[in-house]
T-cell receptor, first 116, second 112 residues
Framework: AQKVTQTQTSISVVEKTTVTMDCVYETRDSSYFLFWYKQTASGEIVFLIRQDSYKKENATVGHYSLNFQKPKSSIGLIITATQIEDSAVYFC?????????????FGTGTTVSVSP | EAAVTQSPRSKVAVTGGKVTLSCHQTNNHDYMYWYRQDTGHGLRLIHYSYVADSTEKGDIPDGYKASRPSQENFSLILELASLSQTAVYFCASNQFSGNTLYFGEGSRLIVV
C-alpha cells in the first residue's frame, strides 16, 4: 500500500534563508506523481509544485524547488529566500499510477515558522 | 481558477445526530474527494468519486457515507455522529488528466 511520511513536525528559520523539508514515500507502482501543498494560517490549502516520477529533472516553481531522489523514495521541498508569508504547514502527497480513479495520499505535514 | 465551495463552514452537532456536509465545484472536474484533517494526522481520505452516482471508499470510510448526485455536487454524510468525528473536513476536486487538487475552504465539525 502507498504511504507518505514526513518526519519533521516543525522547522524554524530566519527570513531570507533557505529551508529544506523531507518526505519519503512507499509505492509499488513504477509511475507515480508527487506533490507539495501549503496550508496557510487561514486554513486554505494550495498546490505548490509537482514531480512526475519518470522525469529526472527536479521541478522548480518560483522560489520552490524539489530534491527528487528516486532510489531513496525521497522528495524534499526546498524554499529559498524565505519570507514571513512562507510560514505555513507543508504537506507532501503522492498519487500512484497513470490510470484514473486514484486519489492523493498525504503526509502528516511539516510546520514552518519564518521569523524576521 | 478552480472554485470549490463547502457548506456549512462550521457546525456543532449532537452525538447520534445526522450531519451532512456539502461540496459544490464549478469547474467541470471529474473527480471529487473528502478528506479529514486532525492534528498530527495530516489529511486522510474518506471517500472519493470520479463519476456521478458512484463513490469509492478511501482510507478511513467507517462511519461515513458519500453521495455524488451530479458532477458538481459531492456530499459527506455522518448518519450517527460520534465524538471521534470532530475534525476539519476538506472537499477537493480535480480533472482526470490534471492531477492538481483544488481544495474547498474546509468545514469545521464539532460533535458534542
Amino acid at each position: 500500500a502507498q504511504k507518505v511520511t514526513q518526519t519533521q513536525t516543525s522547522i524554524s528559520v530566519v527570513e531570507k534563508t533557505t529551508v529544506t523539508m523531507d518526505c519519503v514515500y512507499e509505492t509499488r507502482d513504477s509511475s507515480y506523481f508527487l506533490f507539495w501543498y501549503k496550508q496557510t494560517a487561514s486554513g486554505e490549502i494550495v498546490f505548490l509544485i509537482r514531480q512526475d516520477s519518470y522525469k529526472k529533472e527536479n521541478a522548480t516553481v518560483g522560489h520552490y524547488s524539489l530534491n527528487f531522489q528516486k532510489p531513496k523514495s525521497s522528495i524534499g521541498l526546498i524554499i529559498t529566500a524565505t519570507q514571513i508569508e512562507d510560514s505555513a504547514v507543508y504537506f507532501c502527497a503522492m498519487r500512484e499510477g497513470l490510470q484514473g480513479g486514484r486519489a492523493l495520499i498525504f503526509g502528516t505535514g511539516t510546520t514552518v515558522s519564518v521569523s524576521p | 481558477e478552480a472554485a470549490v465551495t463547502q457548506s456549512p463552514r462550521s457546525k456543532v452537532a449532537v452525538t447520534g445526530g445526522k450531519v451532512t456536509l456539502s461540496c459544490h465545484q464549478t469547474n467541470n472536474h471529474d473527480y471529487m474527494y473528502w478528506y479529514r484533517q486532525d492534528t498530527g494526522h495530516g489529511l486522510r481520505l474518506i471517500h472519493y468519486s470520479y463519476v456521478a452516482d458512484s463513490t469509492e471508499k478511501g482510507d478511513i470510510p467507517d462511519g461515513y457515507k458519500a453521495s455524488r448526485p451530479s458532477q458538481e455536487n459531492f456530499s459527506l454524510i455522518l448518519e450517527l455522529a460520534s465524538l471521534s468525528q470532530t475534525a476539519v473536513y476538506f472537499c477537493a476536486s480535480n480533472q482526470f488528466s490534471g492531477n492538481t487538487l483544488y481544495f474547498g475552504e474546509g468545514s469545521r465539525l464539532i460533535v458534542v
